[in-house]
């Protein structure tokens, strides 16, 4: 599954706001992804 590879070797901002609203999308990608493991 490349999309969390790609979402971690995006560049992210340097700002708090930007970091925390990476690793919030991250957390997403990373629950949907194991939801979908689950149902298949």
């Known amino acids: 599954m490349n999309l ?3 979402i971690k070797n ?3 901002p340097k700002n708090h706001a930007g970091i925390r609203f ?3 999308l991250e957390k997403r ?3 949907t992804v ?3 493991q ?3």
Request: glycine residues 12%; proline residues 6%.
């Open 10 to 12: 995006a560049p992210c």
């Open 22 to 24: 990476c690793r919030d």
């Open 4 to 6: 969390i590879g790609n």
């Open 38 to 40: 689950y149902l298949g």
């Open 29 to 31: 990608v990373i629950s």
């Open 34 to 36: 194991n939801k979908t």
